[in-house]
T-cell receptor, first 114, second 116 residues
């Protein structure tokens, strides 16, 4: 079975400082992993995805994530936070069960202070 | 263009009403999804259509009835809902190309449903 664990329910940073949102996964085979962002009362926007190509994945808005098989991690980072980054972030793994079924983490709320 | 549109944005209905949610995409995607999201929770999958056929029904109560009239359109018909059905209903679509593991879902903005 596949699962995702987001290690922090809330992360607080100051504007201009680095962001680290942690995600660990469990998968019986090579997974597809995604990060989605959800701003308040909005839908989910795809930030980036890993699909067994390069282990360092660059996404939109300056975010990137590194797939580390030895650590079963897929942490999301950004060098410098912006106020507009305040949102809920979901780490997601895809179940290849003959159809794409997504398994969501519980989410991390990113708070950015001035 | 990776846009999925949903109407209405907000819906308030009584427990005896019948209403429908609509989702549309013009990206040529062949899979479409309905999710339910309660406050401060991740989305929960409800239904999946692939090639306009229902592929997955996650044991959703029959008061929710999905319909896929064509490859671009997905509806969710609502009847005799309960207050606990109040939530954000999200639609998504994916191409179903390039291997299932690389398929990517694109989400709409959602419909905020309140059942009184």
């Amino acid at each position: 079975a596949q699962s995702v664990t987001q290690l922090d329910s809330h992360v607080s940073v100051s504007e201009g400082t680095p962001v680290l949102l942690r995600c660990n996964y469990s998968s019986s085979y090579s997974p597809s992993l995604f990060w989605y962002v959800q701003h308040p009362n909005k839908g989910l926007q795809l930030l980036l995805k890993y699909t067994s190509a390069a282990t360092l994945v660059k996404g939109i808005n300056g975010f990137e994530a590194e797939f580390k098989k030895s650590e079963t991690s897929f942490h999301l980072t950004k060098p410098s936070a912006h106020m507009s980054d305040a949102a809920e972030y979901f780490c997601v793994v895809s179940m290849n069960t003959g159809f794409q079924k997504l398994v969501f983490g519980t989410g991390t709320r990113l708070l950015v202070s001035p | 263009d990776t846009e999925v549109t949903q109407t209405p944005k907000h819906l308030v209905m009584g427990m005896t009403n019948k209403k429908s949610l609509k989702c549309e995409q013009h990206m040529g995607h062949r899979a479409m999804y309905w999710y339910k999201q309660k406050a401060k929770k991740p989305p929960e999958l409800m239904f999946v259509y692939s090639y306009e056929k229902l592929s997955i029904n996650e044991s959703v109560p029959s008061r929710f009835s999905p319909e896929c009239p064509n490859s671009s359109l997905l509806n969710l018909h609502l009847h005799a809902l309960q207050p606990e059905d109040s939530a954000l209903y999200l639609c998504a679509s994916s191409p179903l190309m390039g291997g299932q593991g690389t398929d990517t879902q694109y989400f709409g903005p959602g419909t905020r449903l309140t059942v009184l």
